[in-house]
């Protein structure tokens, strides 16, 4: 479904993405664990499309550049940027417009609703506060049935009941057979769905776990993840934080 092929993004000369490569199929989610600055976000972008890189990924067989890939791809940055200009439902409209969508505004309405948005539809995007400017994004990114869904630290600025309210959307879709990718540098805010974790340090993926296998093993995810991502820390930082 998405398969990432010897991922290396270089910013001049820093590797923020060291020949990284994994597979996730369709209807697992997959978690992109690691600390601030690990390359997750980087990884994501070239995901998206957004950034050049060298490597291949490609989405439902098709090469992540193709319109075919693009139809089928969710984003969800980590910082939102809707349109200052538009109100919360225009851009609904403007993503229906852009995708040609039909028959999208049951649709439309439901995410608007389940992200609380509904009395705020007239409202402008500039007018909104950050976590409702996320929101605008996760109804933009869903409204198009994406096959492939990147989350980009997506529990970070969001209030509880939109945080439940997404777990219960990430459930669904993943009965649908989407695909779902999701950073983040807390492993406790994913642990009740994730299939797969990759855990990255220093732009590389440092460890790759299924969940049944650890389920299997009664191995401590947490303690890999530290013991993975503090072990180049100078003594004095490890000694203040212990
Ligand atoms: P994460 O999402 O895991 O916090 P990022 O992918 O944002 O990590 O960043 C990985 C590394 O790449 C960091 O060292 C960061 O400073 C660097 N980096 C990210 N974006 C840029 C950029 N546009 N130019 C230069 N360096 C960058």
Redesign the pocket.
């Known amino acids: 479904m998405l398969n990432v092929s010897h991922l290396t993004k270089k910013?001049n000369r820093?590797k923020?993405n060291d020949n990284i490569s994994f597979i996730v199929n369709e209807g697992e989610i997959a978690v992109l664990a690691?600390p601030?600055?690990?390359?997750?976000?980087?990884a994501i972008k070239c995901i998206a499309g957004l950034l050049r890189f060298d490597g291949e990924i490609e989405i439902c067989g098709f090469n992540n550049k193709s319109l075919e890939a693009k139809r089928v791809l969710g984003y969800i940055p980590e910082i939102p940027a809707p349109f200052e200009l538009l109100t919360v439902w225009e851009h609904m409209e403007f993503i229906a417009r852009a995708y040609r969508l039909e028959n999208w505004k049951e649709r439309a309405e439901e995410l608007v609703r389940r992200m609380e948005l509904t009395d705020k539809k007239d409202k402008l995007g500039k007018e909104l506060s950050k976590g409702m400017q996320q929101k605008i994004s996760i109804c933009c990114a869903l409204l198009i049935e994406p096959k492939l869904v990147l989350f980009d630290e997506p529990f970070v600025g969001l209030d509880p009941h939109a945080i439940k309210e997404l777990k219960a959307m990430l459930f669904e879709m993943k009965e649908k057979g989407v695909t779902i990718i999701i950073?983040t540098h807390m492993l406790d805010s994913v642990e009740e769905f994730w299939d797969k974790v990759f855990i990255?340090m220093d732009g590389r993926i440092e460890a790759e776990r299924e969940r049944k296998a650890v389920e299997k093993s009664g191995e401590n995810l947490e303690e890999l993840f530290f013991s993975i991502t503090e072990k180049n820390r100078p003594e004095k930082e490890q000694e203040a934080s212990s």
């Open positions: 910013y820093f923020a690691g601030n600055g690990a390359g997750k976000s980087t950073s990255m």
